[in-house]
């Protein structure tokens, strides 16, 4: 037996520049569960230095919605459109949500691995910090960092040596 209800997911919307925090803030006053991430930095201006809180991924917000009500929210003027996948509306999985959300806070210490045994292209795990139990792939050793790619998020991270160890493969 099938129910009405759909199971609410994470969505992105994609907003007119700039207004990315007041979409997320009328959504989140219209009952909705939403995601900007944001962070401050100093500005300079020719008569002052101010401190402003910017999108960390500018035109985009995340929104935990049921498919079938995701026309309501293009009701706000600056949501332009949901961010669309092969034909359909793209869904983010919560454990990328909340990797992501572990990102934008602080790193932790970790451990050392020894950087000789991997090359680029080795499949590795992220064993400490935001990103903690995390499969990435590497793109480039440097002496005091690596470069990863995290398939699943389409991102790449660049993080201390320590912060990683080797897969059983």
């Not at 995601?35 to 035109?59: E, F, G, M, N």
């Not at 451990?111 to 045994?117: C, E, G, K, L, Y």
């Not at 995390?134 to 660049?158: M, Q």
Request: net charge positive.
């Amino acid at each position: 037996m099938q129910t009405n209800k759909q199971a609410e997911q994470w969505m992105a919307i994609y907003t007119k520049p700039r207004a990315e925090k007041k979409v997320a803030e009328r959504l989140a006053d219209r009952g909705y569960e939403v995601y900007c991430p944001t962070y401050t930095t100093l500005r300079q201006w020719s008569d002052r230095k101010k401190k402003v809180t910017l999108p960390a991924i500018p035109s985009y917000v995340f929104i935990r919605i049921q498919e079938n009500l995701r026309w309501e929210v293009l009701k706000d003027t600056a949501a332009l459109n949901f961010v669309f996948w092969q034909g359909k509306p793209a869904v983010l999985r919560d454990e990328h949500i909340e990797a992501f959300r572990r990102f934008m806070g602080e790193l932790s210490d970790t451990s050392t691995v020894n950087m000789a045994d991997l090359t680029s292209g080795d499949r590795v795990l992220i064993k400490k910090g935001n990103f903690d139990g995390t499969e990435a792939n590497i793109l480039k050793i440097n002496k005091k960092d690596i470069t990863l790619l995290l398939p699943e998020l389409g991102i790449k991270l660049v993080c201390q040596h320590e912060d990683i160890d080797t897969l059983n493969q």
